[in-house]
């Protein structure tokens, strides 16, 4: 069942101000609450192989962006896409009175929670739809991996990427609830992005690398439309199929290192306007 999990905080000190990069600060103030309640789903959360089950954000304000101002408060974003994983993680974020978030101590003022199940998500996506917008609140991109050649990023939610990301996800955490085998080809055939206004950004995920290129990633962040193009020659379970992604979208994120606050996306009702 993927459940967003959103924690209002306040800092303690009416002065302080976060770092500008907080992604790996939130994912280890993140799995200590959830050591302190369950140490054994504290370890696999930190291990989980190439698919991670939940994705985290930064500190950010109620607009999407690090907070600035003294005092401000911030709230962090979790997305938890195993069913299991819902109740425990819930229990601790509720449990927790507070969480040091690099040098940052903030108070938990509220502890909201949104959940849908994988059946509901699926059932209730539109296959009329053929358009979805995004605000890309932190930083996208991707890497290659293993056998690419060189090692390289790329840093743009282009669209048969983030899509498919999203199957491969979906498919690893859905359970019986499988999507069509005529998804895929919709993606990589007929998924296209009609408009974007983007700007490049880097994310710090490893601050203990030695060499400090190695301990940011780049990506954009901005808005991103996709469309189908040609829908009418997409089948029905797949354009459904489509819009079930989009929808898991809001809490699986975009892209590569989504735990360490990359990724971080917020779904548009209506395309951005233009400039």
């Known amino acids: 069942m993927p459940t967003q999990i959103v924690v209002s905080l306040v800092?303690?000190?009416?002065?302080?101000?976060?770092?500008?990069h907080t992604g790996p600060a939130?994912?280890?103030?993140?799995?200590?609450?959830?050591?302190?309640?369950?140490?054994?789903?504290?370890?696999?959360?930190?291990?989980?192989?190439?698919?991670?089950?939940?994705?985290?954000?930064?500190?950010?304000?109620?607009?999407?962006?690090?907070?600035?101002?003294p005092g401000q408060p911030a709230r962090i974003v979790a997305g938890l896409l195993i069913d299991a994983y819902a109740a425990p993680v819930l229990a601790a974020l509720h449990h927790a009175a507070g969480h040091q978030i690099a040098q940052t101590r903030y108070r938990t003022v509220d502890v909201a929670v949104h959940a849908v199940s994988y059946a509901e998500l699926a059932t209730g996506a539109d296959p009329a739809a053929t358009t979805w917008a995004y605000d890309l609140l932190t930083p996208v991109g991707f890497a290659t991996g293993r056998g690419d050649g060189a090692r390289r990023q790329r840093p743009w939610p282009d669209a048969e990427r983030v899509f498919t990301n999203l199957t491969r996800r979906w498919d690893a955490f859905a359970g019986e609830v499988a999507l069509p085998t005529s998804a895929e080809p919709a993606v990589v055939d007929h998924l296209e992005v009609v408009d974007a206004q983007l700007r490049m950004a880097t994310h710090l995920v490893e601050p203990g690398q030695r060499n400090p290129e190695h301990r940011f990633r780049r990506g954009t962040v901005g808005s991103v439309t996709f469309q189908l193009a040609e829908a009418s020659g997409v089948p029905g379970d797949a354009r459904r199929a489509v819009d079930a992604l989009a929808a898991f979208a809001s809490h699986a994120g975009f892209g590569d290192r989504t735990a360490m606050g990359m990724g971080h996306v917020r779904r548009r009702l209506s395309p951005p306007p233009q400039q």
Not at 11 to 20: E, F, G, I, Q
Not at 45 to 62: A, I
Request: glycine share 2%; proline share 19%.
């Open 26 to 69: 939130v994912y280890a103030a993140f799995l200590k609450a959830v050591r302190a309640v369950d140490p054994e789903l504290s370890a696999i959360m930190h291990d989980s192989p190439r698919y991670k089950p939940f994705t985290l954000s930064p500190v950010l304000d109620e607009q999407g962006r690090p907070p600035s101002a």
């Open 11 to 20: 800092p303690t000190a009416a002065t302080a101000v976060p770092p500008p």
